[in-house]
């Protein structure tokens, strides 16, 4: 097996060998590693080639928070599957919101053309207000929310058919 | 002697944890206001009762004066202290109490109209021969007002007459700026504040922010407790705090602190206060507004005099004498406050939301930590971003640094993305350790803040810890295969 995680903007792989004696030897980006985690509802102690680590684990479905030597981490399991639409592979076209908030006011209309850079709507975020703008150029086919509503992170504000762009066929 | 009966809290999180402790220990009894979405939280058990209030939006509920003062009077209520934010500054509220017999810890309401009016109040403050940044009004007409700017000159700072928290500000740096940045001003204007009336002051490039706090009592006593220095901010909005704000002359504090004095005292203020200055390169002084509340970083006053400054808005809230002397305010070391935020600072400090899922604070000595947290509390965009303040005392200001940096390195707060990494970040760099700070300096040091570095030793301890607790691996791992030969250099 092997299981991914991304930690900042960036992805490792990590694959469980074999069980040894002390531990479990991990194929981890740079070598192999005899690991073992002694776990406790509060501080927890991972062993590395005999070396502790006191550390503080929590997890939360696929996010994993690390608390260790003074410093947060969030590590995110991706599924393999998944994995591949996140590094790009994106359903196109479908403008999602990037943090939870309120929709402020709204520019465009379904069947209206936009050029790329417009405005599409204005959100506010506690005292952030922000603007949602076309990343490209095209037909505005949905606008799923209303002025006043509010939304979750990721939640679909936005539905644009992208407009072929002559370089791209 | 303090207040005669019963006190509600009208504020959450934090500040009401704070107020709530000081009630506590003066022997008051008290009361806290709280929304159905955090009945779990452990500060409601600070006070003797609690008191539901329901709203289309947790924050409504909070700012329903009608239904507070109802709730008031259904329960007894002798006194409201309202902390920071949501009715603090509301004269509307301190007169519906007032008006219901109830005592509003706070100045009077004249005092806090004067005073939330930005233009009003650098009017007053004008009159009294006090200093105020050079600015221009809006009227109405666009032209007039984009030439009034250009007379003034740029850089200019839009903002909106009934604003504050950093709310609709714009920096224009020429004309054509300006004619763009007014409908947008009064638009935001007229949402956050209900008012549309904008000005644009002078805007000093990597000002200070200076601020003094002062006390003062019903009966015409008036005295400061020295100043705090918040230039660190971001969006307008104050991250790190600190008394006695460094490298200022014994002159310069000295008038800035008598100038605040005299701005209170001609206000007529009773309670506790803030004024606020800008300070420029050259080391002029300009007076900015006027807060009307206990602040958020009150805790940094009360580390280097030893006064509480709660206790002493509700002795001046009973009627009492303020029996503090200027001369007996003695100030010792130095303190910081870390605003600990839940917010993404590498993507514009977008405000953050999660569940606390492992939480543990500091303590060691010197370390005061003001905090609402609880484990298992659902952090949503409902209310402010800030969560808690780490305030650090030391016996000068490197002590006090280094106090702050420990602290922040054992404050456990898993499950919700903050702004500890750049606090910590702030705490190691050298223009700041030299005291070096202006109100530009967050966004001058951004990328090297937010620069994400995992060495590989803990980049292994990381994936390690990650993937044996992963429950995928836990069911797998009984299939992998048993070594028993030694391999690599792992050595008996």
């Known amino acids: ?169 | 002697m303090t207040l005669p009966g019963r006190v509600l809290v009208a504020n959450r999180g934090e500040i009401a944890v704070r107020i709530l402790r000081c009630l506590r220990q003066q022997g008051v009894d008290s009361a806290v206001l709280y929304h159905a979405s955090e009945a779990a939280s452990p500060l409601l058990d600070l006070a003797d009762h609690r008191i539901e209030i329901h709203g289309e939006t947790p924050t409504a509920a909070y700012l329903d004066i009608a239904a507070i003062v109802r709730l008031c009077q259904q329960h007894a209520i002798y006194a409201v202290h309202p902390g920071y934010g949501f009715l603090a500054e509301s004269a509307a509220f301190a007169r519906a109490l007032t008006a219901a017999g109830i005592t509003f810890i706070g100045p009077p309401a004249e005092v806090i109209e004067l005073m939330g009016d930005k233009l009003g109040s650098r009017r007053f403050v004008e009159q009294h021969g006090f200093p105020v940044a050079p600015s221009v009004t809006f009227n109405g007409d666009l032209e007039q007002f984009v030439t009034e700017g250009e007379q003034l000159g740029f850089p200019l700072l839009v903002k909106a007459s009934a604003g504050g928290g950093g709310k609709g500000m714009h920096i224009v740096r020429s004309g054509a700026e300006l004619r763009q940045a007014v409908p947008v001003a009064v638009s935001e204007a007229q949402r956050y504040f209900a008012d549309g009336r904008i000005y644009a002051e002078r805007y000093l490039e990597c000002p200070r922010h200076i601020e003094v706090q002062v006390l003062a009592d019903q009966h015409g006593h008036c005295i400061h407790l020295w100043e705090r220095e918040c230039s660190i901010q971001r969006r307008f909005q104050k991250v790190i705090e600190e008394a006695p704000a460094p490298g200022l002359t014994d002159a310069q504090r000295a008038g800035i602190c008598a100038t605040a004095v005299g701005i209170a005292r001609a206000a007529g203020y009773a309670s506790a206060g803030t004024v606020e200055f800008i300070l420029d390169q050259q080391g002029s002084f300009y007076f900015l507004e006027m807060n009307t509340r206990i602040q958020v970083e009150h805790p940094v006053t009360e580390m280097v005099t030893g006064e509480d400054l709660v206790a002493w808005q509700l002795h001046i809230a009973a009627g009492q004498v303020l029996d503090l002397q200027q001369a007996d305010v003695r100030l010792s070391g130095h303190a910081i406050e870390c605003r600990i935020c839940a917010e993404e600072p590498a993507a514009d400090f977008r405000p953050a939301v999660g569940t606390v899922l492992a939480l543990e604070e500091p303590m060691a000595e010197g370390i005061r930590v003001d905090s609402g947290l609880y484990p298992g509390q659902l952090v949503s965009t409902a209310f402010d971003p800030m969560l808690a303040k780490v305030i650090a005392h030391g016996r000068d200001r490197a002590e006090a640094i280094a106090r702050m940096h420990l602290a922040l390195g054992s404050l456990v707060l898993l499950g919700v993305p903050t702004n500890v990494g750049l606090l910590q970040a702030v705490l190691e760099l050298p223009e700041f350790l030299a005291g070096i700070t202006d109100t530009g300096f967050l966004p001058r040091h951004l990328p090297e803040l937010t620069r994400e570095h995992v060495d590989p030793e803990t980049l292994h301890v990381l994936l390690a810890a990650a993937t044996l607790g992963d429950p995928e691996f836990r069911r797998a791992s009984a299939d992998l295969p048993a070594l028993y030969r030694r391999i690599g250099h792992w050595r008996n």
């Open chain 1, 1 to 169: 097996m092997r299981i991914v995680w991304r930690l900042g903007e960036r992805e490792y792989a990590v694959a469980p060998l074999a069980w040894l004696g002390n531990g479990v030897c991990l194929r981890l980006p740079g070598g192999d590693r005899v690991a073992s985690l002694w776990q406790d509802p509060d501080q927890s102690v991972l062993t590395l080639d005999g070396s502790p680590h006191p550390l503080w684990v929590a997890r939360h479905g696929d996010d994993v928070h690390i608390h260790y030597r003074g410093r947060s981490y969030h590590l995110q399991r991706l599924d393999p599957l998944a994995s591949a639409a996140a590094m790009g592979i994106d359903v196109e076209g479908e403008l999602r919101a990037p943090m939870p908030g309120v929709v402020v006011s709204i520019d465009v209309t379904p069947g209206v053309q936009v050029q790329e850079g417009q405005r599409l709507l204005a959100m506010e975020s506690m005292k952030l207000l922000s603007e949602l703008v076309a990343p490209c150029s095209g037909k505005v086919l949905a606008v799923t929310v209303e002025t006043g509503a509010s939304f979750d992170k990721g939640a679909l504000l936005v539905q644009l058919e992208p407009a072929i762009s002559p370089e791209k066929h």
